[in-house]
Nanobody, 123 residues
């Protein structure tokens, strides 16, 4: 079992930056592939980014490529999402996820899910 807790969301103006964190507790953090999803009001949840167990492989959605960076610190048991050049369309609840073996673009395929943190980008 692993518990995931997100933090770092908030209100920011367009063009600004935020860094989200996902703190994991339970089993060894490096045992999990980690990822981020987001869901905007009235829209389906979408994949944002994922990172392999030791950070060697990173996958980022085209919608955020070049603006968002995913990283992890296996000593601190924490994953990060650095979000730069934010746009109003980035407004969403951002949730972290964990999987014991592989990444997936499908929310339901992950093994563990956090509660999410709200990110609001004003124009």
């Amino acid at each position: 079992q692993v518990q995931l807790v997100e933090s770092g969301g908030g209100l920011v103006q367009a063009g600004g930056s935020l860094r989200l964190s996902c703190a994991a507790s339970g089993r060894t953090f490096s045992s999990y592939v980690m990822g981020w999803f987001r869901q905007a009001p009235g829209k389906e949840r979408e994949f944002v980014a994922s990172i392999s167990k030791y950070g060697l492989t990173r996958t980022v959605a085209d919608s955020v490529k070049g603006r968002f960076t995913i990283s992890r610190d296996n000593v601190k048991n924490t994953m990060y999402l650095q979000m730069n050049s934010l746009k109003p369309e980035d407004t969403a609840v951002y949730s972290c996820v964990a999987h014991s073996d592989r990444m997936s673009y499908v929310w339901e395929n992950w093994h563990y899910w956090g509660q999410g943190t709200q990110v609001t980008v004003s124009s």
